[in-house]
């Protein structure tokens, strides 16, 4: 019974962050996305590749950006979020 209100815990989390992920239209070329929602999109890079192909009308990356610093952050997400995932892995023993 706890995995399954963890998983449900787990997805109404994800699906409230949907609410700013690349190609929403909240970021215009006046207001141009940063380095902190690079590392954000970069984060939630899964699930708006998800939404893309369920829904459409989502992107992975944002178009209007501020050019390398967006660029760095969202790589550094990328590749940091995706890496982390080896921490929650069990090992296992060696007999």
């Not at 996305?33 to 369920?54: D, K, N, R, T, Y």
């Not at 967006?70 to 940091?80: M, S, V």
């Amino acid at each position: 019974m706890k995995k399954i209100t963890l998983t449900l815990l787990i997805l109404a989390i994800m699906l409230t962050l949907t609410a700013c992920l690349p190609g929403d239209g909240s970021y215009s070329s006046e207001n141009p996305a940063g380095f902190l929602s690079g590392i954000w999109h970069g984060w939630l890079a899964p699930l708006s590749m998800l939404l893309g192909l369920i829904r459409g009308g989502y992107r992975i990356y944002e178009v209007n950006n501020t050019g390398l610093a967006y660029d760095f952050a969202f790589y550094i997400a990328i590749i940091g979020g995706f890496g982390s995932f080896s921490l929650f892995r069990r090992r296992k023993k060696d007999k």
